[in-house]
Every structure is written in C-alpha cells, then in structure tokens.
C-alpha cells in the first residue's frame, strides 16, 4: 500500500507539477515577480534568476521532486522532498513561503 501524497498549498504543488513536466516557463511563473530560489545560500532572484536556477539545477538538469512529507504554518510550509536530476539525488528538506496565489521563496538549506 502507497502513503498518501502530503497536502501542499496550491503553489507548493505548482512548483513540484513544474519540474516534473519539465516546464520552466510554468516553474518561473509559480514565483511572484520578486521571487527567489536559494539553493544552499546560493540566492537566484526574480524571474531571471529562477529561470537561471530552474535551467542550471532542476528542469535542465532532467529534475524530479518527490514531496514525502510537509507542515504548514501560516505563509511557510517545510517540505522533506525526494529529489533526482544530474546535478543532485538524494533527499533534502525546503521550505516556501507562499504570498496570494504564488511563491515569494524557495530555500533548500544547507544538510549537515
């Protein structure tokens, strides 16, 4: 028997349909105009810099993302996610913060 997929907010799961479809034009757009990934401090801002990331570490990368657990308090929610691309596989934790109907951030802190 399979768990059931973790529940997310609407754009949580935009940024993980994304990168799954290899969509990057859909990956940039779950993030506001001033939006940001950081990847292990390393900060890409707005949409030039989420694409950048998107084109260099995920969807360029042929990513997959696996959510395997989530909480949600407020605007933040804190991901465990399952992650597979040429650049890195292994598991890794997020968190995103969500403002209306888009994501302000992603960050993937630094694991030690």
Do not use: C, Y
Not at 16 to 37: L, R
Not at 92 to 106: K, N, Q, T, Y
């Amino acid at each position: 028997m399979t768990s059931p997929k973790p529940a997310v907010p609407a754009p949580v799961q935009a940024l993980v349909d994304a990168i799954n479809a290899a969509d990057t034009d859909a990956f940039v757009g779950a993030f506001t105009e001033e939006g940001f990934v950081s990847d292990w401090g390393t900060v890409k801002a707005g949409r030039d810099g989420v694409r950048s990331w998107a084109d260099t570490d995920a969807i360029g990368a042929g990513a997959r993302m696996k959510v395997l657990s989530a909480t949600t308090e407020g605007d933040t929610t804190r991901i465990r996610f399952e992650w597979t691309s040429r650049v890195f596989t292994g598991e890794s934790d997020g968190i995103l913060v969500v403002d209306g109907d888009r994501l302000a951030s992603f960050t993937i802190p630094p694991s030690h």
